[in-house]
């Protein structure tokens, strides 16, 4: 199997390169040189160029506020250019699996949302990642959308290190602040990506959801990742309108999955257990 990766230098890209890697498979691992996605009339030269069998397509515009700002430029990265990313693969007969977000969703459910509920997005950033499942869903019938949870993990040189940044916050000795009215599911970036490819590996089609159990406030997740770092920095619990943000992000972003026992698999571990396992591999890292 060859699967070509888009954005590869991103948190779960990079993960993905790595889990396709240890399958056996070949990785191409695709930057924004072989493609920006600023120019979707050139995916096709992509997919022309390499001829995967599965593509992955993780490159996305992430900066939820900057897509706020720019819905011209969201619509244009995350919508247009999967568009014809899927139609590109379509044309080409290979398969299309498009990452997606768990912040599709109201925000107003106080459970895990499945793959069953309906989105309803909030954001600029939610919209154009849900209008990219739809242009999926309509132009490749064998499609599959992972939509993923609060992700972490990574090296120390990626630029989304979320528990990096913490370690290097807590440091300061500034006071440290975190919401205790957001809600998710946060997610080992390898984890998932490992998920992803077994899911490819047993040709699974539709959409799944792709996180680590369990669901937490960002204040409370932040307190465990201090507490797996030994660290005895405190975090103050805070109301979310402490931090003034462009984008209305939802209230609560938990996901997890109805589809496991369609695929006879078990549901990933808790995010404590993952923070845990990341964190034994981090401090090696973190170790010269
Ligand atoms: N992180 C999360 O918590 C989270 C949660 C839910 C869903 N997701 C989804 O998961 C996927 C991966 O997210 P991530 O956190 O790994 O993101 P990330 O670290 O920000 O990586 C995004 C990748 O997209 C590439 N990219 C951005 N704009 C591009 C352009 N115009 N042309 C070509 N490439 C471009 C970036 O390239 P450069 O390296 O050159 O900048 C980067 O490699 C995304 O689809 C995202 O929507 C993420």
Known sequence: MRILIT?????LGNELVQSVQAKGWESIAASRVDWDLAKPEEAAYLIGKYK??????????TNVDKC???PDWAKLINEDATAALAAAIQAAGSRLVYISSCGIFSGDSRVSYLETDIPKPRTIYAASKYH???RVQETNPDFLVCRVGWLFGGS??????????????????KPMMSANDKWGSPTWA???A??????????????AHVANAGVVSRHEYVCGILAALNSTATVQA??????????PVPDFEAISSVRNKDWGMSPLPSWQEALADYVKIYAAIKTP
């Open 7 to 11: 954005g590869a230098a991103g948190l």
């Open 52 to 61: 995967p069998d599965v593509t992955v397509h993780c490159a996305a515009e």
């Open 68 to 70: 706020e700002l720019e």
């Open 132 to 134: 990219g499942e739809l």
């Open 156 to 173: 120390l040189t990626q630029k989304k290190n979320f528990v990096e940044a913490r370690r290097k916050e807590a440091l300061t000795g």
């Open 190 to 192: 390898k984890h998932a």
């Open 194 to 207: 490992d998920r992803i490819v077994d899911l490819i590996d047993i040709s699974a089609g539709g959409v």
């Open 238 to 247: 805070v109301d979310s309108s402490n931090f003034k943000r462009a984008a």
